[in-house]
């Protein structure tokens, strides 16, 4: 599918922490950390308003994150990214350990956010991948199926993603089978609880025995993944496709992230294009534009007739309505602009000058407004 942008009502990041654009990281965090110490929930603060905090830091707090959301806004966002994908990565740790003596952060905020505890390693998304693909103009203009190789994640293909070269396994020891640990701690603000992934077994809640021999245990291998891709007619340069589900998988070899194609599209030797319409220059003599006639000209799909009017001057524009290129996102067409150059010959004969010169003669100098 075509990446397509809407229109968000959330509120604006920068306006919840109270930051602007040219903040720096650094200042970002440091306004989180008093902001999130006032409103923690453990310390009776709102918990809608503690997410909605800390859902501004995770994004504001991540370069390619930022980026993109000073790019599309919250429009980006609703596509790319669901609400625990923006919370992902986030360094959270470091802060809650800073403020609160805490760590682990990662577990509970999870839990404080979305209800539930969660096996990480069965259920988080796998990391998106984004590749650049080079197409011809006319495979732009019309459409096409390429096939592109690309190095990804995929579930190893002899454990399955389980890691174990048997599937046999025991319990977790650290966590008792839960995949979390509670962590509580005494600070200056209060005693703290904190749950997190186990560190053991990275929140699966048993360990491998016998890890498996291809993989040694990771459940993925890294391989070229070869896909085929439908370009719809229209794209342009610049464009992004989403190939939802294409992306790496996670640790157990489930739940696929998506795969973005940023196409960039080979510039034509006749056409140049403005989105939907294409402009193309036609020379053409003087005789012609003078006394007027008829020529062939290229479109997209084969050649078409062109009217030349009698007194036609230097850089006229033409429109051909419907000549131009498919609109992406409906069925119609954009124009054809043709811009007439009179062609000036560079080098003449003595019976062509001679010829040119009478004719010139022949309309005297009033003409020019001499006299």
Request: proline content about 2%.
């Amino acid at each position: 599918m075509i990446e397509v942008l809407r229109k968000m009502t959330k509120r604006d990041y920068y306006e919840i922490l109270e930051v602007n654009k040219s903040s720096s990281k650094e200042e970002i965090k440091k306004v989180y950390k008093k902001l999130a110490l006032k409103h923690h929930p453990d310390k009776g603060g709102d918990a809608e308003k503690f997410k909605e905090l800390s859902e501004a830091y995770a994004v504001l707090s991540d370069d390619n994150k930022r980026k993109q959301y000073d790019q599309f806004g919250h429009a980006g966002f609703d596509q790319r990214y669901t609400q625990e994908d923006i919370f992902r990565g986030a360094d959270f740790n470091s802060i809650f350990e800073e403020i609160f003596g805490n760590s682990g952060f990662r577990g509970g905020i999870f839990e404080t956010f979305f209800g539930r505890q969660r096996n990480y390693r069965e259920e988080e998304r796998g990391g998106d991948l984004s590749y650049e693909m080079e197409i011809d103009f006319r495979e732009a203009v019309n459409g096409a199926e390429k096939e592109i190789k690309i190095p990804g994640i995929e579930a190893c293909n002899v454990c399955h993603g389980t890691g174990s070269e048997d599937d046999d396994f025991e319990t977790c020891d650290e966590c008792n089978g839960a995949g979390q640990v509670r962590r509580t701690r005494r600070t200056m603000f209060g005693m703290f609880s904190s749950i997190s992934t186990c560190g053991k077994c990275e929140g699966d809640g048993r360990v491998i025995k016998n890890k498996c021999r291809v993989c040694k245990g990771a459940g993925t291998v890294s391989e070229m993944k070869k896909l085929k891709v439908k370009i719809p007619a229209g794209i342009d340069d610049g464009n992004q496709i989403r190939l939802s589900g294409k992306g790496n998988v996670n640790q157990r070899g489930k739940h696929p992230g998506d795969l973005y194609l940023l196409v960039k599209v080979k510039e034509n030797d006749k056409f140049i294009r403005d989105g939907s319409d294409i402009h193309i220059e036609i020379p053409i003599s003087f005789y012609l534009a003078s006394a007027g006639g008829e020529i062939e000209i290229p479109t997209l799909n084969g050649k078409a007739k062109l009217k030349i009017p009698a007194g036609t001057k230097s850089e006229t524009l033409f429109r051909l309505k419907g000549k131009g290129i498919k609109h992406l996102n409906y069925n119609e067409y954009g124009d054809e602009f043709v811009k007439a150059v009179i062609e000036v010959p560079e080098r003449l004969n003595s019976r062509q000058k001679k010829l040119l010169k009478e004719f010139d003669e022949s309309f005297g100098k009033k003409r020019f407004g001499l006299w």
